[in-house]
């Protein structure tokens, strides 16, 4: 029995790395640190170790020549999931350049509000370490911050020393939309967060409404969505004469159409305040179970996120078109390879194609797949990168335990090898 | 193996040999003498009446960081316009302005480069850097680590630390970093954005530690000049891009007092306000200059016509420039305490007086700075132009004629502003080596690369002699990388990995309580997590680290 400490986790996306893990074999346990997120999916205990191939037992290799064989003969291939370390990512694209294969991650439909806004228009946004030193002011909107990343106020809001801020427990906190599911905001001082509540599909006229109103514009209305036009003034006169404020969201909570409006409104909001001669930044809330890791690697890999098809052999982007359930449900893709290292509840979806899984041990399937090869998690099995939520940082992943499951990329080059070899012969 | 080069006109600036015909040998991936006695050629090329030189180094590219997967991510339009299909070789990717990292590696080593640096990698994000280069087939890489703006440095200014302290962090950070130079990126500016301060002036204060760009050049240069790091301080000046900056520039040559210091991209810096449009070339002042002090080397960031995208560290700076968006988009960052970015597209116009006077005004520095080993051929990839323009600006540089003919289109008012015309030199071959070969490799301290004498690795470009310089440079005959045949007629025809070059100065290895005191108490990560291991480069099969020596280690 060993206790592992300063263990970085890959599944909350604010990076936390001061967790103390206690390894007891391939059991794992965490005594320091832990949260609702990080605990459960570092415990999940392991369950299967060998691969299957239509259900019976094989070898590795009899799994990884069984998927080769499956996708030798495909028109379109789907790879989904697409949730692993930079290895797994690197691995994942080789084999979809070499297969025709589109990529698409699993959380790419909320991530795509995000990246819709960034490629027309842009954004002004900071970090974590930025946040937890400088920020004043924090507006939270449609978000309900702490389920998404419960350490979030302890790490980079309420610490006990900020270089520049005197007195952290003086930071306000403003929710706009969705209201908190806890009191995580509250302040150490017990200063609970203003709510300016309102439905989440309501958010694009809220804020509108606050873009002009830090604009100078006219309002004539009294009330958008419920909240006072007055208190967004208030909101927008504090956003102007904060010394560093804030703004964050996740994407994949703005679940409306166009939701990447609302992203580029914020995203032209910030940028209106500093060229008011005052600063702002946006911090967008991503970075779990590897979906910053497979955007950042399909982006220098190809030049674009991850949701990318290599059917002409060459990458070509389509943020609706290339995703997975479409391109399922039209019948236009012929297999599917689902690769999800860190969570052994995100299955595949159901699909009569042939299925080929690379996912966590512990995975269970209303459909057995064809092929499944249990795989180690990224930051428990073994070594490996993964980004945080900021994108900026890579955090350097630790091997706890010695399960003797491959790595996604083991997996996903030995199928590449594989399908290289049937292609040439 | 043996291999042998036969009967290429040489040109190795590193051994003094200008234009000779000898023949090349290569055994296990590096230069050797010709064997004595009786020995067996396994594979011989005959390059009678081919132009031999070392394959090109590039000494300041953006090739590997978050800011330039920003800008691939802000440009699918761009990259649609390039796409690159995979072969049996090759992986597909993108091209263009920034392309994608395997497509870097193969249009590189298709223009006979066999080594890229990039010049801005941030502590925090030095994995990315790392990671996108080890992506990047065939090249040999490094980078220069970002400081001067991160506020652990501004503490230990503001604390009046000692210059022993400052080595320390500083060899520290190469170190964790794993970094072969050391970078500042307006010194001090990227910090005072953070507090909203929106220009600073090299003798400015900031607004939270009461250090100048000054304090912070001064120091950085003498750390890098006393841990015994070849490449010296290199530096992304004070206000980039503002007309007038050129007497910036000037009293950032002289404030150095003498100290080795690098200034990047200076074309970027040597801008006068004389003329109806308040904006002028100070090429010449510059180039007097630099003429004048040998402890200053250049690179010039030379602009060249049509869509690119800008990535830099200075967010203070390209957020002042977002209204010159092309297309109108832009993002920029303040990071983790360290640094920033800021990513803007551009499109370089001939018939805009300012851009067309920018051409004008790096070609004038290239032509009036009289030692070509002082002066480097960059155009600050992809901020000036991507790199896949160097064939051109190489004809530019060579070829009066051709020169003259474009300066002849560009937008009729900066063509008055410039003395381009009249300037009659023409780039000779040994020259173009020099620039972009032995000068690079002894600028960065690189042993056994930039040259051809036995005992060198072999990195070897071969070219056909064309009087069009364009032609010539844009497609090689053969690259050799490590002795391995990489490229044939500028094609890619194998893959072979480069290494990571490195340095490694001594700290006192005390100095990680302070900074282990700093991370627990401000940043986010823990100090043992922050510091990259050799395995993260090495453990993917592929990558290695090469480890070069420091100014006064014994050979």
Redesign the interface.
């Given at each position: 029995m060993t206790d592992i400490t300063?263990v970085?986790s890959p599944f909350c996306g604010i990076?936390t790395?001061?967790l103390t893990i206690r390894v007891d074999g391939v059991s794992l346990k965490v005594i320091e640190n832990g949260c609702a997120v990080n605990t459960p999916a570092f415990e999940q205990a392991i369950t299967d170790t060998s691969a299957r191939v239509g259900g019976k037992e094989v070898s590795l290799e009899a799994a990884v020549a069984k998927a080769a064989e499956l996708l030798k003969n495909t028109k379109q291939p789907v790879i989904g999931g697409c949730a692993t370390d930079?290895?797994g990512m690197?691995a994942l694209l080789?084999l979809a350049?070499?297969s025709g294969a589109v990529v698409d991650n699993i959380n790419f439909t909320g991530a795509r509000n995000n990246?819709l806004a960034?490629?027309?228009?842009?954004?002004?946004?900071?970090?974590?370490?930025?946040v937890?030193?400088?920020c004043d002011l924090l507006l939270v909107v449609g978000t309900d911050l702490e389920a998404f990343a419960p350490r979030f106020f302890e790490?980079?809001l309420w610490n006990k020393?900020?270089?520049?801020v005197q007195d952290t427990s003086a930071r306000e906190v403003i929710y706009l939309g969705k209201a908190p599911s806890g009191n995580a905001s509250t302040s150490p001082n017990g200063q609970k967060a203003q709510v300016l509540e309102s439905a989440t599909e309501d958010l694009p006229e809220v804020i509108a409404v606050l873009r002009a109103l830090v604009k100078g514009l006219p309002i004539r209305a009294t009330s958008v969505g419920g909240i006072a036009v007055a208190d967004l003034q208030i909101l927008a006169e504090k956003l102007k004469s904060a010394?560093?404020g804030v703004v964050t969201w996740a994407a994949g909570a703005l679940a409306y159409r166009q939701a990447e409006l609302t992203v580029q409104t914020l995203s032209e909001l910030i940028?209106d305040i500093?060229d008011r001669?005052?600063?702002c930044?946006g911090l967008p809330l991503a970075g779990k179970e590897g979906d910053q890791t497979a955007?950042?690697v399909c982006?220098?890999?190809?030049?674009?996120?991850a949701r990318t098809r290599?059917s002409?052999?060459?990458?070509?982007?389509d943020p609706f078109l290339n995703d997975t359930n479409l391109l399922l449900d039209s019948g236009e893709a012929d297999a599917l390879v689902w690769v999800h290292a860190f969570n052994v509840n995100a299955v595949p979806p159901v699909t009569d194609l042939p299925l080929v899984v690379v996912g966590r041990s512990g995975m269970t399937f209303s459909k057995e797949p064809d092929v499944f090869i249990p795989v180690g998690t990224p930051g428990i099995d073994h070594?490996g990168?993964a980004y945080r939520m900021?994108?900026?940082?890579?955090?350097?992943l630790k091997k706890l335990r010695d399960s003797g499951l491959p790595s996604t990329a083991d997996v996903l080059n030995a199928i590449e090898h594989a399908l290289r070899e049937e292609t040439v012969c | 193996m043996l291999i042998r080069l036969t009967g290429g006109v040489v040109y190795d600036p590193a051994s003094g040999i200008d234009g000779q015909q000898q023949d090349i040998y290569i055994q296990d991936g590096r230069i050797v003498n010709k064997p004595t006695g009786d020995f067996l050629i396994d594979k011989e090329y005959d390059l009678k009446g081919k132009v031999v030189m070392s394959g090109a180094i590039d000494m300041h590219t953006h090739i590997g960081g978050g800011k330039g997967n920003i800008a691939r991510t802000l440009l699918p339009e761009d990259h649609r316009q390039d796409p690159v299909a995979s072969t049996h070789i090759c992986r597909s990717g993108c091209g263009h302005a920034m392309p994608s990292t395997f497509v870097t590696g193969y249009r590189y080593a298709e223009m006979g480069y066999t080594a890229g640096f990039e010049p801005a990698v941030l502590p925090i994000n030095a994995r990315q850097a790392h990671m996108e280069m080890g992506d990047i087939p065939i090249l040999d890489k490094g980078g220069y680590v970002m400081l001067g703006s991160d506020d652990y440095f501004l503490r230990l200014l503001t604390a009046k630390k000692d210059q022993k302290a400052i080595n320390d962090y500083v060899a520290w950070t190469m170190h964790s970093a794993k970094a072969i130079g050391v970078k500042v990126v307006n010194p001090g500016g990227i910090n005072a954005f953070k507090f909203n301060q929106r220009k600073l002036d090299l003798d400015e204060q900031n607004a939270h530690y009461g250090v100048t760009p000054r304090d912070i050049l001064h120091v950085l240069a003498t750390a890098v000049k006393e841990l015994g790091v070849s490449h010296p301080l290199h530096v992304h000046g004070c206000n980039l891009g503002v007309p007038g900056n050129v007497q910036t520039t000037l009293d950032t040559i002289q404030g150095i007092g003498g100290l080795p210091m690098h200034l990047t991209h200076i074309q970027f810096h040597s801008y006068g306000t004389e003329g109806d449009f308040k904006f002028s070339s100070g090429a010449a002042q510059i180039a007097e200059a630099v003429n004048s002090n040998k402890n200053i080397t250049i690179d010039v960031g030379q602009i060249l016509f049509g869509q690119t995208v800008t990535a830099s560290g200075d967010n203070m700076r390209q957020h002042a420039n977002h209204k010159l968006a092309s297309p109108n988009k832009w993002v920029t960052m303040d990071i983790e305490c360290d640094a920033g970015c800021g990513v803007v597209p551009f499109k370089y116009k001939d018939q805009s007086f300012v851009n067309a006077l920018q051409w004008a005004i790096g070609l004038e520095t290239f032509l009036l700075v009289n030692d070509p080993w002082r002066i480097f051929l960059t155009t600050d990839h992809p901020n000036g132009a991507p790199f896949t323009s160097y064939p051109h600006l190489i004809r530019l540089l060579m070829d009066r004629t051709f020169r003259n003919d474009v300066l002849s289109t560009i937008h009729p008012e900066a063509q008055k502003m410039t003395t381009l015309a009249s300037i009659e030199r023409e780039y000779t071959l040994q020259e173009i080596a020099i620039m972009t070969r032995a000068g690079a490799a002894k600028l960065i301290g690189l042993k056994d690369r930039g040259g051809l004498s036995a005992g060198n690795w072999a990195d070897i470009t071969v070219y056909t002699d064309n009087a069009d310089r364009q032609k010539m440079f844009e497609k090689p005959d053969y690259v050799f990388k490590d002795g391995q045949l990489v490229v044939v007629d500028g094609k890619v025809v194998s893959i072979k990995w480069g290494t990571t070059h490195v340095v490694q100065p001594n700290f006192d290895p005390s100095v990680e309580k302070g900074l282990k005191d700093y991370f627990d108490r401000y940043l986010t990560m823990k100090l043992s997590n922050f510091k990259i291991s050799d395995d993260e480069i090495t453990e993917d099969g592929r990558g290695s680290i090469t480890v070069h020596p420091l100014n006064g280690d014994v050979a």
């Open positions: 300063e970085p990076g790395d001061d930079v290895n690197r080789a350049d070499r990246f960034l490629q027309d228009s842009g954004w002004m946004n900071t970090t974590l370490a930025e937890k030193n400088r790490r980079y020393e900020a270089m520049f010394t560093y940028k500093n001669n005052a600063r930044s955007n950042q982006g220098w890999t190809t030049g674009y996120p290599f002409r052999g060459y990458p070509e982007y070594a990168h900021d994108n900026v940082v890579a955090i350097r | -």
